[in-house]
């Protein structure tokens, strides 16, 4: 973990989203120095699934060191945000620091995204971290510090990442755009960057998305807290950059990473948006314009599946079956397989006991997973993993994307008996 220096005593930080996950960790970190904190967040009342609300993270920030201002603002409204900006220079003098965190996510194709999620992502990621920074900037210009950080990964224009989830992607890069361009236009007055993790990080709503157990392939938002705080002791003049968490903290001389680990040696889900993830990703650089393709861990390809293997992986699955796990999940799935023993197959993972079968499912499906079905024996038997599969484009997802995120851990418990 990275030591507190001190150097933020006294600056104020404004942070969107700070009511929980990496926004709080961000202004706690900060909070330790003695900095003011202003949380501009929407949560004012508690979310029925996700813990925290402005004033809860004020009560943490204040016994942390530092000191708190807590703002109801959805960044949408623009009126919300120059409220919050007005009475955080009116109670701590000025703003040193802005932290852009704010972000919706929906990992669906186009035909699959409700304008209205359209508009929830290129709003809140896109325009209310443009509208916020503009806010601020007059504040931000007059500071000794000056600094703002955005929550957003590098600009990747590998068709991968948008073939899956466009309208996310854009919304995402719409952030990441803010800093090309700000960057360049405040130059020696405003330091702005963006900040990405490497892995997957573990919050409240990776646990609503994941469920129990998704947090043995995360890191600590710890990672990303330390990540920022190295940027914030940076000059003005380090601007521009998109820095990934692990690589800053390597800088800083930062070896033992099991510290951010939540189950330390266990593998850790590769974050969107960046090809060179450890033993998944090879790039094809034997044509112009050539595309990184994902490629599974192992050197050599693995056997296809023998005669029947798609019946004997469900029937295994069936065989292990318990209503805890009914109960943990309560969706119901629906394999279309192309390829040899392929065809419709569902599991009930809903009604008393589960199922699974040929055909399709009694009751409507809440999830529609499209593959072949070697890709599906590989990815039941761990030889192919769900979110690398997703990624590249060999599993194809309708339906409810958190409920299909939760039958990983079951293909994870899968794994030793397959």
Same mark, same amino acid.
């Given at each position: 973990m990275l030591p507190n220096t001190g150097k933020l005593a006294g600056c104020t930080v404004f942070i969107t989203g700070a009511s929980r996950g990496i926004g709080k960790a961000i202004a706690l970190k900060a909070a330790k120095d003695g900095a003011n904190i202003v949380i501009a967040a929407k949560t004012a009342q508690a979310h029925p699934k996700l813990p925290g609300t402005i004033y809860t993270a004020a009560e943490e920030i204040k016994a942390a060191g530092g000191k708190a201002l807590p703002c109801i603002v959805d960044v949408r409204d623009e009126e919300q945000i120059s409220s919050a900006v007005e009475k955080a220079v009116e109670k701590f003098g000025?703003?040193?620091?802005?932290?852009?965190?704010?972000?919706?996510?929906?990992?669906t194709n186009t035909l699959e995204t409700p304008t209205k999620k359209v508009d929830l992502m290129m709003n809140v990621n896109t325009r209310g971290t443009y509208l916020t920074s503009k806010a601020c900037i &007059?504040?931000? $210009? $007059?500071?000794?510090?000056?600094?703002?950080?955005?929550l957003? *990964? *590098?600009?990747?224009?590998? &068709?991968?990442?948008?073939?899956q989830h466009c309208a996310y992607t854009i919304a995402k890069y719409g952030m990441s755009m803010c800093v090309l361009g700000m960057a360049e236009e405040f130059k020696g007055e405003i330091a702005v960057n963006a900040l990405w993790p490497k892995t997957a990080i573990h919050t409240a709503a990776m646990d609503m998305l994941g469920g129990s157990g998704i947090e043995n392939q995360c890191r600590k938002v710890d990672i990303i807290a330390d990540a920022a705080y190295c940027i914030f002791k940076k000059p003005k003049s380090f601007t521009g950059n998109f820095i990934i968490d692990e690589n800053i903290l390597k800088e800083e001389g930062i070896k033992n990473f099991d510290v951010y680990a939540f189950t330390p040696g266990h593998p850790l889900l590769p974050d969107f948006f960046l090809d060179e993830q450890p033993a998944t990703v090879t790039k094809k650089a034997d044509s112009y314009g050539a595309v990184p393709e994902l490629k599974e861990e192992k050197t050599q390809p693995p056997p296809k599946p023998r005669s029947g293997a798609v019946e004997e992986t469900f029937r295994i699955v069936k065989d292990s079956l318990t209503d805890d796990v009914v109960k943990a999940t309560q969706a119901i799935y629906q394999f279309e397989l192309s390829g040899e023993d392929g065809g419709t197959w569902f599991l009930d993972l809903?009604? $008393?006991g589960?199922?699974?079968g040929h055909g399709e499912p009694s009751d409507q499906a809440d999830v529609v997973m499209s593959m072949s079905t070697d890709d599906f024996v590989k990815m039941f038997s761990g030889k192919l993993k769900p979110t690398v599969a997703f990624m590249s484009? $060999?599993?194809?997802i309708k339906g409810n994307m958190a409920l299909a995120i939760k039958l990983e851990k079951l293909m994870n418990q899968m794994n030793s008996k397959l």
């Open positions: 000025g703003i040193d620091i802005l932290v852009n965190n704010a972000s919706a996510i929906s990992l &007059p504040y931000l $210009k $007059k500071s000794k510090i000056a600094h703002i950080l955005n957003s *990964p *590098p600009l990747n224009l590998n &068709p991968l990442w948008f073939k809903k009604n $008393k589960g199922n699974v484009g $060999k599993l194809k």
